[in-house]
């Protein structure tokens, strides 16, 4: 069966790298919007209503009105903003977020796709707050270093202009502690409080680590290095898309240092434990445009449209 997809905002980041991960597939036809009707309205909507999945990667008002132009009910829409990630009446695009999200994304016909930092923070907080390790009412903090294709085509045209010294060194941003993904970390990880969130920007084209720091004397029910390291095993046991690494295993860091760019040009999520007795470190990693972005959109269509999950992924195994 071949079904009718459609891009909205093809010409974003994540509408190009979408568009590289179905070309070319047998099981999908794409329908193509003429660059001079982008921005109609009414061509907008026939293509929308004429989709089986409709993937939505616009700014968030944008993405409202595209929404309002679908009457099909049997379009699917898989909406890459941040309009929606925290709508109930929406399914949450993480399939491997808790037992029974696969189904609900199956049979959904709205599905917010997850912020890139934010998978990589929920992947690590979710499983213990599910395991009672966490404390809802934990003040957790986190940094993500980031490359710079997550700011989009302008950020990506400035770094690789190579005329600015500014842009060599990691750049923090989001300092007033207001986030667009602060929200859905929050609501998808059922923590009590956002944490205090400083993302960071590099001088690298894609990857992204998230780190989370903890005192193991605050964490619930005698919670270690080990016991974190099995609730994950346990959590994402038989999960294609990720990789729960050993606990001390010298592999995990590259003389010291570790590698953020490990998942680039894969699907996959590592997750991390490191530390001793008294603190802990955790860390996610992902291809920012991959597990992070366009990766994930394509993730979920699969699991709708009964397609192998991992059809035109790479797992990166």
Known sequence: MTFKVFVDGQEGTTGLRLLDYLSGRDDI????????????????ARFLNAADVAF???????????VSLVDNPNTCIIDASTAFRTDTSWTYGLPELAAGQ????????????PGCHATAFILLVRPLAD?????SDYPLSAFSLTG?????????????????????????YGMTQGHKHLAEMRVQSCIDDAPVFSPIVGS???????????????????ANAEAIQAAYAKHYAGEQFIRVM?????????????????????????????????????????????????????QCMNIHIGADEAKGLNTGL
């Open 131 to 135: 395991a009672g390790l966490l404390p």
């Open 102 to 113: 696969r189904e609900k994304i199956r049979t959904s016909k709205r599905i917010a796709n």
């Open 148 to 172: 710079y294709s997550g700011g989009g085509k302008k950020m990506i045209a400035d770094y690789e202009a190579d005329n600015q010294p500014k842009l060599t060194s990691p750049r923090p």
């Open 29 to 44: 036809e794409l329908l193509r919007i003429a660059d001079d009707k982008r921005k109609d309205s009414a061509e907008r």
């Open 56 to 66: 939505l990667c616009l700014p968030d008002g944008a993405s409202r009105e595209a």
């Open 246 to 298: 050993p606990v001390e295993d010298a592999s995990n860091l590259d003389e010291g240092f570790f590698d953020v760019q490990g998942c680039n040009e894969t699907n996959r999520a590592d997750l991390f434990v490191f530390g001793n007795g008294e603190r802990l470190t955790l860390v996610a990693r992902l291809d920012n445009l991959g597990k992070g972005a366009a990766g994930a959109a394509v």
């Open 204 to 222: 690298f084209l894609k990857g992204l680590a998230v780190t989370i720091p903890l005192h193991a004397k605050h964490l619930s029910n005698g």
